[in-house]
T-cell receptor, first 119, second 111 residues
Framework: DTAVSQTPKYLVTQMGNDKSIKCEQNLGHDTMYWYKQDSKKFLKIMFSYNNKELIINETVPNRFSPKSPDKAHLNLHINSLELGDSAVYFC??????????????????FGPGTRLTVL | GNSVTQMEGPVTLSEEAFLTINCTYTATGYPSLFWYVQYPGEGLQLLLKATKADDKGSNKGFEATYRKETTSFHLEKGSVQVSDSAVYFCALSDPGNQFYFGTGTSLTVIP
């Protein structure tokens, strides 16, 4: 069984188009994330959702909007695609463990990635 | 703020050589520390982790020890194989519930 899945795996599109990437996790985790990985492999966190609430919203363009219909899904919608949006986008999920002042997120589980190419 | 710094690559080693990838961190409180590995064309996979000082994480011949006194979590393997060629990421999660990744270190092992 795939723990974190993303569709599509590859996405090639023209500038100015609107596209969505879907993510699903079957781990029962309560938090999901979207990351952007550039050509130098640098990972930038874009969003995370915990129990259907946005808890991290880094300074990404508002053309990017996460949508979570339930805690097993976190989709990424991108409007007016630009050349600079070309990258690999990873979905991830994790679960809060522990409690009190020593609590921290457990490890994150990553999807296989979606390679977006904007022409 | 919290951050992770890892040695820049790329690193190229011959098969059976000793590997060290340095990682240091800045954090408040009691972070958990992780090493992730990304094989070509794949997502990141957890390689090992340590949740408190002096813990040693190990997996697939890789080891890393959580050193609070030096704020380090260096990754080591005694004898690398061609199949270890990948990008390695050091990461921490802090008590504020945020995750921080290093910039990644690319390793190529040649026969």
């Amino acid at each position: 069984d795939t723990a974190v899945s993303q569709t599509p795996k590859y996405l090639v599109t023209q500038m100015g188009n609107d596209k969505s990437i879907k993510c699903e996790q079957n781990l029962g985790h309560d938090t999901m994330y979207w990351y952007k990985q550039d050509s130098k492999k640098f990972l930038k966190i874009m969003f995370s959702y915990n129990n259907k609430e946005l808890i991290i919203n880094e300074t990404v363009p508002n053309r990017f909007s996460p949508k979570s219909p339930d805690k097993a899904h976190l989709n990424l919608h991108i409007n007016s695609l630009e050349l600079g949006d070309s990258a690999v986008y990873f979905c991830a999920s994790s679960n809060l463990y522990g409690g009190g002042e020593r609590s921290s997120y457990n490890e994150q589980f990553f999807g296989p990635g979606t390679r977006l190419t904007v022409l | 703020g919290n951050s992770v710094t890892q040695m820049e690559g790329p690193v190229t080693l011959s098969e059976e050589a000793f590997l060290t990838i340095n990682c240091t961190y800045t954090a408040t409180g009691y972070p958990s520390l992780f090493w992730y590995v990304q094989y070509p064309g794949e997502g990141l996979q957890l390689l090992l982790k340590a949740t408190k000082a002096d813990d040693k994480g190990s997996n697939k011949g890789f080891e890393a020890t959580y050193r609070k006194e030096t704020t380090s979590f260096h990754l080591e393997k005694g004898s690398v194989q061609v199949s270890d060629s990948a990008v390695y990421f050091c990461a921490l999660s802090d008590p504020g519930n945020q995750f921080y990744f290093g910039t990644g270190t690319s390793l190529t092992v040649i026969p």
